[in-house]
Structure formats: structure tokens, C-alpha cells
């Protein structure tokens, strides 16, 4: 039973006689029930009449060129995988030993394998499982299942050499799965190890070959040669006896060079290396886009559209995974919120919280006067906060709680209502993001920034700008900084534009990054690792500059 739930598709009856062969503790109890003593085989009787004990709780399902038994009672499925998949002690024999049968040798430094008293004769005595069998056929269930395997076993080590940087495989797996599925592996392996180094250059050959690959699998060889040529080429060590910089990449390249099939192979570098700068469009609406947010973890990217539609986007595969329509065709910001389950869609006069779950509206709030910016806090995402203009409030629902509770908090006392600057149009700026429960808020034009509590609505910080005359027009959040952005007067008749930066323990101003007076920036961006911010010119015909504010 471990062995069909432990498969992602399953496992066929000759399979399963195989694993049970290599399994020393089922042959040991084989041995202790006949009456002829230990034997070199399971015998497939003893699978039959276990099969007909189980003909209610499972099915034979088609799987490539033959049959698979799975569940088909999900109570059973479930009680299966908790009893044998869930126990830390168990679950790693059979995913070993499954990858053991399919790369023909015992797997070192993993746990629960075939043993080390089993000989190797043990795996004479099993169906070999080559990746192309009966003259050039794929082995698909090799394919399909030995990556998996190779990963829950945490066997990495046989995992790099015998998948991931086996060209054969590579080129194999994609002719008979497609390029998704290869590009899954590769990003499953870079979250348990992202230090990997070339598999982050392999990986990054996938992803910049997406557009050639998703529609011809077989121009891998010609993609690879392409982009890592130069890469190869120029790996010389520096003195006799020095190691490569790159010997695994080297041997792929050399393995791509002899493809299995007929194939134009470069010659020389043609195609853009890993590394270089590149992007990737996510097509699907029918009319201008509206709105654009990337979800705080970097794994989904949310679009509106005049065409009525919120589209969900995965990052990693640049798919689009789930489709709203008949939203408003005025909306003009987009955020995810609480784990990405929520969708908050602002416009002119409402906010409208759409579960991602149901595709339904579950918040609505409206008849504003000013537009709202919104943002969203928390540790879970879990605050939806909104600034407004003209009012100069600030309020914040909990996504956990389903909305229920709504805390208004006034951003200005009595009489700083008479500055002139507070009732301007588009006069509350925001951070995108927030520190914890903390967000940063300004008024365009002053010289204070504000860091306030979302939750309790108490004020934590003012940031003042230490140079006299200071106009802020953006504010943002780093992981450990607040950066305000701002104009001040340099010498008589110049203003330049700089970064303020600010402690985001204690609030002090820890130093000043100066741009030029040519600068009219109005928006600011911060990357993940929070070591550089990307500032954004109105001006169509004016490249940005980029301020670095880490360190």
C-alpha cells in the first residue's frame, strides 16, 4: 500500500513485484510465511490475492503504454498516505527504494534503502529500466517518477548527476512531458538548494528558452549550445592544476554538442547568455492594462484590465492560473492580500475584496470622495489598509477575521488641517509595502514622513528629512530601511533629487543618496532583498536611475 501511494501515478502490477523483490523486510516475511523458506522472487501470487482484498478501493489507470493501479476511494487514498507516508521512519524506504529500481544501483546515504546486506545481484533479479527501451520508446515511467522519488528520498547528489544534469534525461523528460515540467523539477530543486551555483545557470537556460521550447521540445540541444558556449568556452582555470569554474555545465555541454537526434548545433555564441538582462511577457488580456501588483512572497503577479478581467499569473512559469471577469473596468489598483487569497481591487469611489478561492466579491466598501491608496500589512498579508485624500484618514480592515472590523485613524490633528498641502489632489503617498505591522505614509510636499501602527493606528515614527526645504514625493519599505524620497534646494538656483534613508528600529536618518536636478521622479520601488530601489521618471523619453539604498 505504501508503494501505490507513494507513486505519483501509481504503480503497475510488474512494478510493484519488482519493488517487493527489492524490499528486504517484505522478502523477510515472505521467507518467515512459506513453506519452502526464503525465495529470489515475491511471488506474484501472494499480490493477487492482496489485489483481491483491494479490487473496491482501487482502479487500473492508463499511464503511456500501459496500466497503473491508484486509488479511487479518497477515505482510502488518505488513510494509505498518513499511515505509511506521514510516519518520518518509513516514508523514505519507499521512495529509495522505488529510486533504486529505476536507476539500477543502490543509492548511498539515504535512509531506508535495499540494504547493505543486500547484494547486488538483487537487482539481476528485476525488470531493467533504461530511459529509452524497445528500440528509441521513452521510458515514461521512469520519466515520470524518478525525480519525485529522488526528492522525498533527499537524495540530492543522485538527483544532480542522474537527472537534473543528465542530458539525456533532460532532453527525454521534456520530449515526452513538455518544457513545464522540466522547468518544475528545476525549481523544486533551487527551493531546497538555491545555492546551487550552475543549477541556477541551467535553470536560467530553460527559462530564457521558453518561447522556443514550449513549442519544440527537440531544439533543446540547439538552445543549450547556444546560450552557454561562451560561458564554456571561457571557463580556463587561471593556473595549471586549478579546478573549473563550471565542470558539471561543462560536461552538459559536451553531452549537448552529440544530441540523439538530427539537430543544428551552433558553432558559436548566438544567443543570450544566463545572466543577461531579459523579461518575459505575460499575455493574455484583450484591452490596456489598468493595474499590475506582484504578491509580497514573489510567486504571483495580479493584472486588471479595461477588458473587465483580474488575472492571476504564476511567476515561475509566466501561466496564467486563474481568470475573474465582469470586474470593474475603472479600477485602478490591484493587491493581494492574507496568503493570496484575497484580491483587493480599488477605483475611483470603492474597494472590492474578491476571494480567489470562489471567485465571488466578499468586501465591498464605497462613496468615497477621494481616491484611495491601498496597501497591505501584516506578518499573513493580513491587513488591507487604505489612505485617503482630502479626508486624511487611514482605515484598516482584517482579511483574517472575513472584514468584519473596520479601525479608522486620523492621520492630521486640528490644526494641521490648514497647511495647504493636505487637500491637494493625490496628496497621501504610501509605501507598498509594509515592516511587520507598520506602514510609511506622507503628504506630498511636506518634509515628514510618518510610520504608523495599522493595527492599533498609534503613530511609531516621524522621519524627518534633515535637509531644510525638503518636498517628499515618494515613500517605500525595505527589510531594513524606510526611504523617503524627496527634492531639496542644493547651493542658489538648484534642486536635486535624492533618497533619504531612515532606521527602521529606531527611525534615525542614517545617511542621504543625492541624485541630480534633472530628476522628476515620482515614484519608487524597492527590490525583495531590499538593496536597491528603482525610482520611475514621468517622462517617457528619460531612462530611470537607479539608487542603491543597501548595503
Known sequence: LGYISANQAGVSTPEL????????????????????????RFPVANWLRLRVQLEPYILDYRVGDGYTIQWNNRTVREAASDRYLENRDKAPSYHTIVSEYFLGRKLTNTPGGSGEDVPEPRFALVTKQPTYIDGGRLNLRKLQEMSHHLINANAMDALR????FNFGFVLA???????????????????????????????????????????????????????????????????????????????????????????????????????????????????????????????????????????????????????????????????????????????????????????????????????????????????????????????????????????????????????????????????????????????????TAHVRNVRTGNLVFDLRCPEPGTCISSVGVSRDYYVVGCRFQLLRFNEIFALDIFSNTNGKHLRTAKGCGFDLLSELYINRAGTHAMCLQPHPSVTPPKYRCGI
Open 173 to 447: 523528460k521534456m520530449l515526452a512531458f513538455g518544457y513545464l515540467s522540466c522547468l518544475d523539477e528545476f525549481q523544486t530543486a533551487l527551493d531546497i538548494d538555491s545555492s546551487d551555483t550552475e543549477l541556477k545557470l541551467l535553470d536560467e537556460v530553460l527559462k530564457l528558452s521558453r518561447s522556443v521550447l514550449v513549442g519544440d521540445p527537440s531544439q533543446f540541444p540547439s538552445q543549450l549550445v547556444g546560450r552557454l558556449h561562451g560561458l564554456v568556452t571561457k571557463d580556463v582555470p587561471v593556473a595549471p592544476g586549478d579546478p573549473k569554474k563550471y565542470p558539471i555545465l561543462a560536461k552538459v555541454f559536451a553531452d549537448a554538442m552529440k544530441p540523439p537526434m538530427p539537430c543544428l548545433i551552433p558553432s558559436n555564441v548566438c544567443l543570450t547568455q544566463p545572466g543577461s538582462a531579459t523579461y518575459e511577457p505575460l499575455i493574455g488580456h484583450k484591452d490596456c492594462l489598468t493595474s499590475v501588483t506582484v504578491s509580497t512572497d514573489g510567486t504571483l503577479v495580479a493584472s486588471t484590465s479595461r477588458d473587465r478581467m483580474l488575472k492571476i499569473w504564476n511567476i515561475r512559469t509566466g501561466v496564467c492560473i486563474q481568470t475573474l471577469t465582469d470586474i470593474s473596468s475603472a479600477t485602478c489598483m490591484v493587491r493581494l492580500a492574507y496568503h493570496n487569497q484575497y484580491a483587493i481591487l480599488a477605483e475611483q469611489t470603492s474597494i472590492t475584496g474578491y476571494d480567489l478561492t470562489s471567485g465571488t466579491p466578499v468586501f465591498v466598501v464605497y462613496d468615497f470622495i477621494d481616491l484611495p491608496t491601498v496597501v497591505v500589512a501584516g506578518a499573513e498579508d493580513q491587513y488591507v489598509v487604505s489612505f485617503f485624500d482630502g479626508t486624511n484618514v487611514m482605515k484598516t480592515w482584517n482579511a483574517g477575521n472575513g472584514f468584519a472590523e473596520c479601525r479608522e485613524t486620523q492621520l492630521i490633528s486640528a490644526e494641521d488641517k490648514t497647511k495647504p498641502n493636505l487637500h491637494r489632489d493625490r496628496a497621501t503617498i504610501a509605501g507598498l509595502r509594509s515592516h511587520g505591522d507598520l506602514v510609511i505614509h506622507a503628504f506630498r510636499g511636506s518634509d
Open 161 to 164: 548527476k542522474d537527472c537534473l
Open 17 to 40: 513485484v519488482d519493488l517487493l523483490t527489492m524490499d528486504k523486510a517484505c522478502m523477510d516475511e515472505v521467507a518467515i510465511g512459506s513453506s519452502v523458506g526464503r525465495v529470489s
